[in-house]
């Protein structure tokens, strides 16, 4: 009786959730796409100019190339770096020892405060140690680079490592066990038992620190602005100076937007591309 009623009225509850979906992203998804083959300075005033925007993109500077490279960069180094450290201390925080819970809360704090927030801490951080040197943070792409690697990883590991934690307390105690009876050293138990185990735990974060290193936005906003020049410019800011920075540029900044979506898009298909062909293995 019960399921006859919610098959019945399965799709007016659905309802409400379809027309917010569509208010909220199918639509202005479609006007984007559309808007960014036009000049335009609102939407209703938008004249269409076919491919020139996204020729822009390409010919006009180097800067959204320059922005990719750095993001590409910045996205392998924090995705290695995150997921290695908070690895390691999901295996010290799976081990007896008093404290464990408020060290993982501790951890695990970083990742409750906003963006733009920790942009500013780490400035004031990052240029208190650099000022005994002479310089500052948007001295050199070099100083940005790290502090956006330093500031990601201390966001991101604890986040990580509760992931880790989840996927190492699901491993089978009876195989470590066996393997103790067998006399595998503990390096043994992690290549062949543990590892193995929380490989879904590794393919989740993997994913969710490439996909939020690539869209960073408002960490490089506030830490670097993308100084010097825009050396330390991400996908994100870049687009966000195109478009509002640069009078007569929307188009191409909303060029710029639905190029990095096809980006992210594919960055996701083939990593969920690889993960089942791993998972059919």
């Known amino acids: 009786m019960i399921k006859k009623y919610v098959g019945k009225y399965f799709p007016v509850f659905l309802l409400p959730t379809v027309i917010a979906f569509f208010i909220a992203f199918v639509a202005p998804f479609v006007i984007g796409l559309y808007l960014s083959f036009c000049d335009f300075t609102t939407v209703t005033n938008a004249r269409f100019v076919g491919i020139s925007n996204y020729v822009k993109v390409f010919s006009d500077n180097s800067d959204f190339l ?68 002479g310089v500052d943070i948007t001295f050199a792409a070099k100083y940005g680079f790290w502090g956006l690697v330093i500031l990601t990883n201390w966001q991101q590991i604890g986040y990580m490592m509760i992931i880790y934690i989840a996927g190492i307390q699901n491993v089978p105690s009876d195989m470590l066990e066996a393997a103790d009876i067998d006399g595998a050293n503990y390096m043994q138990k992690l290549r062949y038992i543990i590892f193995p185990m929380v490989s879904s735990a590794v393919t989740i974060c993997t994913f969710l ?24 410019a991400m996908l994100a800011l870049d687009i966000y100076k195109t478009f509002y920075n640069r009078v007569g540029y929307e188009g191409v900044g909303q060029a710029k937007a639905v190029i990095f979506f096809v980006i992210v898009a594919l960055i996701a298909l083939v990593q969920q591309y690889l993960t089942r062909a791993r998972d059919g293995e």
């Open 66 to 133: 320059n922005a990719l490279w750095f993001t590409v960069k910045f996205t392998v180094v924090s995705v290695i770096s995150v997921n290695i450290l908070a690895f390691a201390l999901a295996l010290i925080l799976t081990r007896p020892m008093k404290g464990t819970n408020g060290f993982r809360t501790g951890f695990f704090m970083p990742n409750l405060i906003g963006g733009i927030v920790l942009g500013y801490i780490w400035q004031i951080i990052i240029n208190g140690v650099l000022g005994y040197f």
């Open 209 to 232: 620190t490439l996909t939020n290193s690539f869209k960073l936005f408002d960490q490089n906003l506030a830490l670097t602005g993308g100084a010097p020049g825009k050396e330390t």
